[in-house]
């Protein structure tokens, strides 16, 4: 693959990851509506999940956000909004892995928290960033930093 295939391919990436992300958590509510999974299964899906995102972000905020702000220093201010929402979700995501899952409705009340401004944030990334990751050039990346946690 040559440089400009790989670096073309940062943007389809993070949409992806980001898709899995989204399954994950589909999947987590599901298992938390079903009401069949015990609590300690629960737990151990939630933190996965949790430690899948919280690695994702890290590496954006480590290594692409600073270098999309020196090649597109225009997007400064979203890389700014884009790393505050990474602090929320840090947030929540603690909140969320303190859960009882043996609480059906509070377990609930946070997951659906959790997924409309995950959702927010993935949307307005995806629509902020993705042209200009692919237009990244950065031939030593392996896009580690986009991989799913």
């Known amino acids: ?6 670096i073309a391919a940062f943007g389809t990436q993070l949409i992806e990851v ?4 989204r399954e994950q ?6 298992d938390v509506d079903a009401g069949t999974a015990q609590p300690r299964k629960l737990q151990a899906h939630c933190l996965t999940f949790c430690s899948a995102l919280t690695t994702h972000h890290t590496g954006e905020d480590s290594g692409a ?3 999309l702000a020196r090649q597109f220093p225009a997007l400064k201010p979203v890389l700014e909004q884009l790393t505050q929402d990474h602090d929320m979700i840090t947030m929540l995501l603690n909140r969320l ?14 997951l659906n928290g959790i997924e409309a401004i ?4 993935f949307a307005y990334e995806e629509r902020k960033i ?13 896009g580690t930093f986009l991989h799913r946690g």
Do not use: C, G, I, Y
């Open 97 to 110: 892995e303190q859960l009882d899952f043996a609480d059906k409705a509070e377990a609930q009340r946070e």
């Open 118 to 121: 995950m959702e927010s944030h």
């Open 65 to 67: 956000f600073p270098e």
């Open 18 to 21: 980001h898709d899995w992300l």
């Open 130 to 142: 993705v042209d200009a990751l692919n237009a990244l050039d950065v031939p030593e990346w392996d």
């Open 25 to 30: 958590l589909a999947q987590l509510r599901a």
């Open 1 to 6: 693959m040559d440089s400009t295939s790989r």
